[in-house]
């Protein structure tokens, strides 16, 4: 345990690796160790190898008691060296840990072929009784008995420790299986029969009577080892790439960075990097860590984070990622976050976590593969009893009973949910897609319904200029300019819209004298000489500045899609009318009908007027007049909403991205939290979809659903396999070296079936190649989450 031993556990949740588990039984039997532990409640997952043990307030417990408690159990745990995801402050790598695993792998292999090189020789002089010349069957002894003494002694040591503990598991089947047949067959060559020069033994796939002492089991013996050790080796090669997007993710970050510290580059390593501390980010390289831009423009690609393949434009002010890579000029950013708090960091935590956790599907398969190695062993013996009160003979009996034991192996069942949880799980981590815990995949299946919060969500968040309307004689050009400068001085949202849209039209704003703020009503200042006022019309009309009919038709006519209207006047006389709405984004409208094609019905909720909200779905493709639209609701009633939905027979799932959606994402069956939105909302929901399109829940739904039909795809054949297989055994219709290749071959369907997942892919557009959402909107969205005055 070394320091481990004496470390008091810090947090209310302990995580360890363990070692030497090789079925789902295994980690049924340590997490039932671990719970009789007073104030600890544990979930082991055979996947992951990882324990994540959750302990109450008041337990005096250490980190080393419930290592020396999985040990009590025959196994081995450690606290798992800190992960350095991306950026600064901790020290293992995630290749250091590949290169554990590796090693593990490398001799796993060459203990599976140098078992298979010895056994072969042995099951084709034993199948082909045309090549058993003279003493044949002493050179298959001198070939078997290193397979079964060195081959298979992980299953010996396994079944020996599990024996002292009183239990089994997989390793018990396969040793009691594998040594039962080479036991038998010393005694057929020692004190039988099957010893004679020229003894010839037939071959059958199934079983036939005969007399015990002239019959040998050597090919099942040597065959069933190595068939199992391939198979596992397999199996440890699928699970090492399943785990490829986890390690992948965490080696994303820079190693080094250019900090600049009294005028002067300096290159160091990025966990000496502190928040506050700005940094180089020179074309090609990576931002070392989370930040804001300070100096320079450039494309930064984001596509390893979000998935959105279309590099984003940022410049002075913007919000910046580490990990993402600068495609242009130079950038000087300052770190706003470092170490284990930035976005990467949070990523690699949340996939983590995901993937040691267990469906309420997995727990059934672990309570039924926890029972099944008793209940085969059991079947066996009785196997063994029926054949010979039946009078079929030792050999008959004690062949089918050897069948039933290595046919009855649950590794199929152990490895049938948690795999596809990793692989896919995996894969929406490079989509931009965190599925936060195994429970969202059965909610994915149920939902009906998607709640859909506008602002940020379906609309940018962020106020725009969408139009000017200008009376008779005034220049459009003259009335931005003006107007801008005016509003430039404001830091109200609707002001720094309009003030952004006249930059944008008519370039460069001029300065302001006497700047006034008239409380919720406008603005009022001296611009080139001109005496301004931005504002309401009834502010204007005070001033004898009364709107023109043209201007009041416009006025109305824009009140009526639900749009703001800002009145401009000056020197006695209304001018002009801006008018300003959170823009939608481009992708929405894509993305409902994504969800419709889903089998969802979307509903747009918002605390906005309804002819807001109306105006907004009719733009994204939400029947506006009907029951699709839940306007004017305070953020505290859109829970409200939620469970009056859910007490109508739905399954919900909400969309959102501000901390006025948190209850509601909590309440929802599903809640799909946007990236770009307040860490509240991200915490609230199931699944995070890192950049702020909303065309990723439906990728995120899809994903979701696609793993968990893999999940059902394995438990199916991991159940059927044996319930078809074990009577067969018992039945005399199955060779035990037969029984033996198929349990492999289970195995090995489990994980390729899971690994189908890596292929999944974002539908057509989705990936950002299409319908490019505004630039630098995702950037900034992080740092100005909700423009609009109502959500």
Known sequence: ???????????????????????????????????????????????????????????????????????????????????????????????????????????????????????????????????????????????????????????????????????????????????????????????????????????????????????????????????????????????????????????????????????????????????????????????????????????????????????????????????????????????????????????????????????????????????????????????????????????????????????????????????????????????GILIKGPEVLESTRRVDTVVLDKTGTVTSGQMALLDVHVAEGQREEEVLRLAGALENASEHPIAQAVATGAAQRAGDLPSVDDFGNIEGRGVRGTVEGHRILVGRASLLAEWDQHLPAELERAKAAAEDDGHTVISVGWDGTARAILVVADAVKPTSARAIRQFRDLGLTPILLTGDNTAVARSVAANVGIDPGGTTVIAEVLPEEKVGVVRRLQSEGKAVAMVGDGVNDAAALAQADLGLSMGTGTDVAIEAGDLTLVRGDLRAAADAIRLSRATLRTIKTNLFWAFAYNVMAIPLAAAGLLNPMIAGAAMALSSVFVVSNSLRLRRFRALEGNDGTAEAATPASAAKDREQPAAAPAA
């Not at 060559?189 to 019959?215: C, K, Q, W, Y």
């Not at 008793?374 to 004690?398: E, K």
């Open 1 to 431: 345990m070394g320091e481990t031993e004496a470390a008091d556990v810090a947090s209310d949740q302990v995580e360890l690796a363990i070692s030497g588990m090789t079925c789902a039984a295994c980690a049924n039997r340590i997490e039932r160790k671990l719970n009789k532990l007073d104030g600890v409640t544990a979930a082991v997952n055979f996947a992951t190898e990882k324990a994540r043990v959750r302990l109450d307030p008041d337990t005096s417990l250490a980190a080393g008691d419930l290592i020396a408690q999985v040990e009590k159990a025959g196994y081995g745990a450690e606290l798992p060296a800190p992960a350095r995801a991306s950026t600064g402050g901790d020290t293992d790598t995630a290749s250091d840990v590949g290169d554990a695993e590796g090693t593990a792998l490398h001799a796993l292999r060459q203990r599976a072929i140098i078992s298979v090189a010895l056994a072969v020789p042995v099951i084709v002089l034993s199948m082909v009784p045309a090549w058993q010349f003279t003493y044949w069957q002493w050179a298959a002894l001198t070939l078997t008995a290193p397979v079964i003494v060195w081959g298979a002694a992980p299953f010996h040591i396994g079944a020996w420790k599990n024996l002292k503990q009183g239990t089994a598991t997989m390793d018990t089947l396969v040793s009691m299986g594998t040594s039962a047949a080479f036991v038998w067959s010393l005694y057929a060559l020692f004190l039988g029969t099957a010893g004679t020069p020229g003894m010839v033994h037939p071959f059958e796939l199934t079983i036939s009577r005969g007399d015990g002492a002239s019959n040998i089991y050597l090919e099942v013996a040597a065959g069933v080892v190595a068939a199992i050790l391939l198979g596992k080796y397999f199996e440890a090669r699928s699970k090492r790439r399943a785990g490829a997007a986890l390690r992948s993710l965490l080696e994303l970050g820079a190693r080094d960075v250019t900090v600049l510290r009294g005028g002067r580059e300096e290159r160091i390593p990025v966990e000496r990097l502190a928040v506050g501390e700005r940094f180089v980010v020179r074309p090609g390289e990576k931002v070392a860590t989370d930040g804001v831009v300070e100096e320079g423009t450039s494309a930064v690609d984001m596509s390893m984070l979000t998935g959105e393949s279309v590099p984003v434009e940022v410049s002075a002010g913007a919000a910046v990622v580490g990990a993402t890579v600068n495609s242009g000029g130079r950038l000087v950013v300052r770190a706003t976050r470092v170490g284990s708090d930035t976005q990467l960091a949070q990523m690699a935590k949340l996939v983590e976590e995901a993937q040691n956790g267990k469906a309420a599907v997995q727990r059934l398969a672990d309570r039924v593969s926890g029972v099944f190695v008793p209940a085969a062993i059991l079947v066996a013996l009785g196997t063994l009893v029926f054949w010979l009160v039946s009078g079929n003979g030792v050999a008959a009996a004690f062949t089918a009973s050897v069948a039933v034991l290595i046919i009855a192996c649950p590794c199929a069942m152990g490895l049938a949910t948690p795999l596809a949880l990793m692989v896919g799980t995996g894969r929406g981590a490079q989509m």
